[in-house]
């Protein structure tokens, strides 16, 4: 069983799932900076680029969004000599200038634009709506072969017009597998309103506009997150609370039940420690309750992992010492990858482990772990170095890319020069200076720490220096400069 919280502000929202007193998955959305997949836009096209297979969508974005083939709606055709289908060329699909209806699959990450599909679909309680489709789906999580047939019958009534126009495809989500005809009547009903309504917009916006807007964090709460697990959804403001009130009750019923205002007088957040939760999810080290720990670095390519012992040496021998961090260290890493959003490559370094059985066990676990998991995974098994490759879906940025920035001393790095290793750097662009230029005296503006280093440490290279190009070196201290930035003025 688990519990929701959140914590709503003008200008963000912030939700944590807690399970057995501690935080498994965290979600931030702020006003400024909500995420897009699921809006639909008018799109126009900027250009096409055949070697690629793909084309630039301006969609009134900051930059221009990003069309694959293989997203494009209807794109391909049936191959009846070999029995396969055959992509069309994007160039034969659209063009420059054309307009076309896009959904976001992808949000903007980084440097990337966001990834769009002509496939639009529309996401309800317990369906999502495909309009321009007619196939009836059913989500992989609904069980027994009978229980999906059954539920594909009943759509195929539900969703059956009388005026012979096209019904729109629909996939059935986890929730609707007890649901009855009336709720999935409902959603059938509420989803179709909203496509005509997207469709008239279409029609009547110019390109750029946008057409539809998915829903907020805290009604996606609702929509997505609760199920019979779930205890209470405790909301700390009473406006918000009307709001999501109306909301539940209009379109889930079930969860609007759950739905509870905090009046204590402590922040929400502090019930369960959750504000030093996510201090700790944007440290570059875990720390695990054996002892042992975890260091986490993120790059632009793929995410590494690292597992250590630490000061656990508890066990009867090395190798269970190994295993039991390890199994310790599935646990953890697993619900680091959901509370800091990691996603794309992830490489996991376990400790060396010289049993087989006790890879397996390792291996299962962290599998297990992952399973609860609501983004998609893949994991393979030990490479030849003893390296754990796996997949996680990457929809949105990463915790640590939401909240943080690139240190503006390190740039990034993760560490700086030292004070003497700028100190030879301003010594060597002296000399570079005194080569091309005949100033009456060169002046070193730096940090604190290398202009002491210069007069103590250094002073006889200094001075040995000016000797040799027959000019006077002068220093000033600059409060205001990082550790590695230094200005050389000519006097």
Request: a negative charge.
């Given at each position: 069983?688990?519990?929701?919280?959140?914590?709503?502000?003008?200008?963000?929202?912030?939700?944590?799932?807690?399970?057995?007193?501690?935080?498994?998955?965290?979600?931030?959305?702020?006003?400024?900076?909500?995420?897009?997949?699921?809006?639909?836009?008018?799109?126009?096209?900027?250009?096409?680029?055949?070697?690629?297979?793909?084309?630039?969508?301006?969609?009134?974005?900051?930059?221009?969004?990003?069309?694959?083939?293989?997203?494009?709606?209807?794109?391909?055709?049936?191959?009846?000599?070999?029995?396969?289908?055959?992509?069309?060329?994007?160039?034969?699909?659209?063009?420059?200038?054309?307009?076309?209806?896009?959904?976001?699959?992808?949000?903007?990450?980084?440097?990337?634009?966001?990834?769009?599909?002509?496939?639009?679909?529309?996401?309800?309680?317990?369906?999502?709506?495909?309009?321009?489709?007619?196939?009836?789906?059913?989500?992989?999580?609904?069980?027994?072969?009978?229980?999906?047939?059954?539920?594909?019958?009943?759509?195929?009534?539900?969703?059956?017009?009388?005026?012979?126009?096209?019904?729109?495809?629909?996939?059935?989500?986890?929730?609707?597998?007890?649901?009855?005809?009336?709720?999935?009547?409902?959603?059938?009903?509420?989803?179709?309103?909203?496509?005509?309504?997207?469709?008239?917009?279409?029609?009547?916006?110019?390109?750029?506009?946008?057409?539809?807007?998915?829903?907020?964090?805290?009604?996606?709460?609702?929509?997505?997150?609760?199920?019979?697990?779930?205890?209470?959804?405790?909301?700390?403001?009473?406006?918000?609370?009307?709001?999501?009130?109306?909301?539940?009750?209009?379109?889930?019923?079930?969860?609007?039940?759950?739905?509870?205002?905090?009046?204590?007088?402590?922040?929400?957040?502090?019930?369960?420690?959750?504000?030093?939760?996510?201090?700790?999810?944007?440290?570059?080290?875990?720390?695990?309750?054996?002892?042992g720990y975890l260091i986490i670095d993120q790059t632009e390519a793929l995410t590494t992992v690292d597992v250590n012992t630490g000061g656990f040496v508890g066990a009867r021998n090395f190798d269970d010492t190994i295993f039991k961090t390890n199994l310790e260290a599935a646990g953890a890493i697993a619900r680091q990858l959901r509370l800091r959003n990691l996603g794309g490559i992830i490489i996991v370094d376990f400790i060396d482990m010289v049993r087989d059985e006790h890879r397996s066990s390792v291996l299962h676990e962290f599998r297990k772990q992952l399973a609860r998991d609501r983004t998609k995974?893949?994991?393979?098994?030990?490479?030849?170095?003893?390296?754990?490759?796996?997949?996680?879906?990457?929809?949105?940025?990463?915790?640590?890319?939401?909240?943080?920035?690139?240190?503006?001393?390190?740039?990034?790095?993760?560490?700086?020069?030292?004070?003497?290793?700028?100190?030879?750097?301003?010594?060597?662009?002296?000399?570079?200076?005194?080569?091309?230029?005949?100033?009456?005296?060169?002046?070193?503006?730096?940090?604190?720490?290398?202009?002491?280093?210069?007069?103590?440490?250094?002073?006889?290279?200094?001075?040995?220096?000016?000797?040799?190009?027959?000019?006077?070196?002068?220093?000033?201290?600059?409060?205001?400069?990082?550790?590695?930035?230094?200005?050389?003025?000519?006097?």
């Amino acid at each position: 069983m688990h519990d929701i919280l959140i914590n709503w502000t003008p200008q963000e929202t912030r939700v944590a799932l807690i399970e057995n007193g501690a935080v498994q998955d965290l979600h931030i959305e702020r006003a400024l900076e909500r995420g897009l997949v699921g809006n639909v836009y008018l799109g126009k096209v900027a250009r096409v680029l055949p070697g690629m297979q793909s084309a630039f969508i301006d969609v009134g974005l900051e930059r221009a969004a990003f069309l694959h083939v293989a997203d494009l709606h209807g794109g391909s055709h049936h191959n009846p000599k070999h029995d396969v289908a055959v992509q069309v060329p994007i160039e034969r699909q659209v063009f420059e200038g054309q307009t076309l209806m896009v959904q976001v699959i992808k949000d903007p990450i980084g440097s990337k634009g966001a990834r769009l599909s002509t496939q639009v679909s529309i996401a309800g309680r317990m369906l999502v709506f495909l309009p321009q489709d007619t196939h009836i789906g059913i989500s992989q999580k609904i069980g027994s072969a009978e229980a999906r047939e059954q539920l594909r019958s009943r759509m195929q009534t539900l969703t059956a017009t009388t005026d012979g126009s096209s019904p729109g495809g629909f996939i059935l989500r986890t929730n609707a597998e007890d649901a009855t005809d009336a709720e999935l009547s409902d959603d059938i009903a509420y989803l179709r309103k909203a496509w005509a309504a997207i469709r008239s917009q279409g029609l009547a916006k110019p390109p750029g506009a946008l057409l539809h807007e998915d829903l907020n964090l805290a009604e996606r709460v609702l929509r997505d997150m609760v199920n019979d697990k779930t205890q209470t959804i405790r909301i700390d403001s009473k406006l918000q609370y009307d709001d999501l009130k109306a909301f539940g009750e209009a379109f889930a019923p079930s969860s609007a039940a759950k739905l509870e205002l905090y009046k204590g007088e402590r922040p929400i957040f502090d019930l369960f420690g959750i504000e030093e939760e996510i201090a700790r999810a944007l440290a570059r080290r875990v720390d695990l309750k054996s002892g042992g720990y975890l260091i986490i670095d993120q790059t632009e390519a793929l995410t590494t992992v690292d597992v250590n012992t630490g000061g656990f040496v508890g066990a009867r021998n090395f190798d269970d010492t190994i295993f039991k961090t390890n199994l310790e260290a599935a646990g953890a890493i697993a619900r680091q990858l959901r509370l800091r959003n990691l996603g794309g490559i992830i490489i996991v370094d376990f400790i060396d482990m010289v049993r087989d059985e006790h890879r397996s066990s390792v291996l299962h676990e962290f599998r297990k772990q992952l399973a609860r998991d609501r983004t998609k995974v893949s994991v393979s098994g030990f490479s030849q170095l003893g390296l754990v490759e796996m997949t996680r879906k990457r929809t949105r940025e990463s915790l640590a890319h939401m909240l943080c920035q690139p240190c503006p001393t390190c740039e990034g790095r993760g560490q700086v020069k030292t004070a003497r290793s700028v100190c030879y750097d301003v010594l060597r662009e002296i000399l570079r200076e005194a080569r091309q230029f005949n100033p009456k005296e060169f002046r070193v503006i730096a940090s604190a720490a290398v202009v002491e280093m210069l007069l103590d440490e250094e002073s006889q290279h200094l001075a040995g220096l000016s000797d040799f190009i027959g000019k006077p070196i002068s220093l000033s201290t600059e409060p205001s400069f990082s550790p590695e930035h230094y200005d050389i003025v000519l006097m």
